[in-house]
């Protein structure tokens, strides 16, 4: 099976290059890790990054695309290190689109428990912003709308997988950044998990 990984930020994604012995094929116009079995590509931050790089990669056609990175979480009761599979993902800045607000729904191919995803081009940071969308989505961040899109695009299966690095009551961007460098590890091996269970 052929399997690209897509993740915003090296960071995030720093355990699975090492474990997994990938090596960097390319760097421009984005940078790409490859190996036996999967390929993986660094975005950048937000949608278009995200669409772009995977537009690009799945000119190799593969037949899975996840995307691995990290969350913030809207609701006092998600934690940080809960790991989970989005299920929907609401763009809470593209509601004059389609005449109401825009919720996309994703089938969930992992064993992890599903959550809303708001997904949108600027980082849910303060307690008064988490606190508005808490009413509409789980968790946030700034490319799973954009993976979907394209994933549908080019008929490719989805799976998007994401750890929460920082919860509803930090607001601080420093930490947040530090955190996203933390996950690395317990991102990797849920998604190297995954990942065996479908191929077996």
């Given at each position: 099976m052929r399997v690209v990984i897509i993740a915003a930020f090296k960071?995030?994604?720093?355990?699975?290059?090492?474990?997994?012995?990938?090596?960097?094929?390319?760097?421009?116009?984005?940078?790409?890790?490859?190996?036996?079995?999967?390929?993986?590509?660094?975005?950048?931050?937000?949608?278009?990054?995200?669409?772009?790089?995977?537009?690009?990669?799945?000119?190799?056609?593969?037949?899975?695309?996840?995307?691995?990175?990290?969350?913030?979480?809207?609701?006092?009761?998600?934690?940080?290190?809960?790991?989970?599979?989005?299920?929907?993902?609401?763009?809470?800045?593209?509601?004059?689109?389609?005449?109401?607000?825009?919720?996309?729904k994703i089938d969930n191919i992992t064993r992890l428990n599903g959550a809303v995803c708001l997904c949108r081009d600027m980082p849910a940071i303060t307690d008064s912003e988490r606190d508005f969308f808490s009413a509409d989505a789980d968790i946030t961040d700034m490319e799973s709308a954009a993976v979907l899109q394209v994933c549908r695009l080019f008929k490719v299966q989805c799976g998007i997988i994401k750890i929460i690095s920082d919860g509803a009551g930090c607001s601080d961007k420093d930490e947040i950044v530090k955190k996203i460098a933390e996950k690395s590890g317990k991102l990797y091996r849920v998604v190297a998990e995954f990942l065996r269970q479908i191929e077996n």
């Open positions: 960071q995030e994604v720093e355990q699975f290059i090492v474990k997994v012995n990938l090596y960097r094929s390319q760097t421009i116009p984005f940078s790409v890790y490859s190996g036996d079995k999967y390929n993986l590509i660094i975005s950048g931050p937000g949608k278009v990054n995200a669409a772009a790089a995977l537009t690009y990669i799945c000119r190799d056609e593969p037949e899975l695309v996840i995307n691995a990175g990290t969350a913030g979480a809207l609701k006092p009761l998600i934690r940080e290190d809960d790991v989970f599979a989005v299920t929907e993902i609401f763009e809470s800045d593209r509601p004059l689109f389609c005449g109401g607000k825009r919720v996309a």
